[in-house]
């Protein structure tokens, strides 16, 4: 049976790639962090199937004591400070465990088990600025944001560390990705959420910020398993991951609130609250090398990925408002 470690267990990917991984019959340990209060809500239906244990990526002593404890064959880690506006009022501590916590866990690998294969989460932004179109392995990075700078240094760290000590590192390049469990401040889910609960009558307006950017939106159940292809290669490399269509904000709420019957230009409002002070406009991935040598491919599209999420946010939400009722 193999085993990997996931860091990051309790976020989005976290979630789906431990289904995934159980799936395929691997031992899971997912790696979490100290809360005072749990915040298991993505994986309450899978943490009797999994090793959970405390971590930090601040903190090296518990991340090579990890390692040695469960001795895993692959680690993903997914574990970040994720939120791009939250990079710009915490960079420093975006820096710390996005940038830095990458060097953490592949010293950790590196003095207890160089032969333990190694995923990063890096991202589309870094290309920010975009210096091409569309935006592929070799297109030069220009990142937009104290989050995109400490992933340039993550990718490229990780690169080192294969180059340098020959360990199977790979860096996968994924494009935005979503789903019914995405974090309700990203932009897809706080679109979702809140024309849900305009439909239901709990709210009236949207808030939001630049609707001209333009984003490549995939489905996160798709991209986990591009994660795990990437270690089953026999060489390490860095890969491209993303659906290769590239829709605006205005776009994702026209699909979402027309899905839902709604104008959405009665409810929409801009606030520059949420107006960045650098924009990343234009994403859309060639993820040609995954699809020909991974033989990966996405299955879900942006209008059925909507759909996915509008109705479990319709049914989130009418349970919460039964909940209260009954209060
Ligand atoms: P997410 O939902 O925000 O999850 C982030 C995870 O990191 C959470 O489990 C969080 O734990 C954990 N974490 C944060 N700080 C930590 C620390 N100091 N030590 C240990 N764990 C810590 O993010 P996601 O959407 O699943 O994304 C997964 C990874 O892919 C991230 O690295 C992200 O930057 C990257 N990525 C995401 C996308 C995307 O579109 N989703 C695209 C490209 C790359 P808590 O639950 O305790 O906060
Ligand atoms: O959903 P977002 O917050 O995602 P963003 O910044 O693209 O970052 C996400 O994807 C990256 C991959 O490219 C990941 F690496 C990262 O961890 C994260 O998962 O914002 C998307 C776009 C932005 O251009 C933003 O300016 O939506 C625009 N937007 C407009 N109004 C808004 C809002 N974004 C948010 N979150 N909230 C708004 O009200």
Known sequence: MKKALVTGITGQDGSYLAEFLLDKGYDVWGMHRRTSTMNFDRITHITDKIHLVQGD??????????????????????????????????????????????????????????????????????????REVPQRETTPFYPRSPYGASKVYGHWI????????????????LFNHESPRRGLEFVTRKVTNT?????????????????????????????VEAMWLMLQQNEPDDYVIATGETHSVRELIELTFGYLD????????IDTRYVRPAEVDLLVGDASKAHRKLGWKPKVALKELVKMMVESDLQLEKELSGRKNKR
């Open 262 to 269: 709604l104008d959405w230009q009665k409810y929409v409002k």
């Open 158 to 173: 990780t690169v080192n560390y294969r180059e340098s000590y020959g360990l199977f590192a790979c860096s996968g390049i």
């Open 195 to 223: 024309a849900a609960r305009i439909k239901l009558g709990i709210a009236n307006e949207l808030r939001m910020g630049n609707l001209d950017a333009k984003r490549d939106w995939g489905y996160a159940g798709d991209y």
């Open 57 to 130: 990526l601040l903190d090296q002593n518990s991340i090579q004591n990890l390692i040695r404890e469960a001795q895993p064959d692959e680690v993903y880690n997914l574990a970040a400070q994720s939120f791009v506006p939250t990079s710009w009022n915490q960079p420093l501590l975006t820096g710390e465990i996005t940038a830095l916590g990458v060097t953490r866990m592949l010293e950790a690998i590196r003095s207890v088990n160089p032969r333990i294969k190694f995923y990063q989460a890096s991202t589309s932004e870094m290309f920010g600025k975009a």
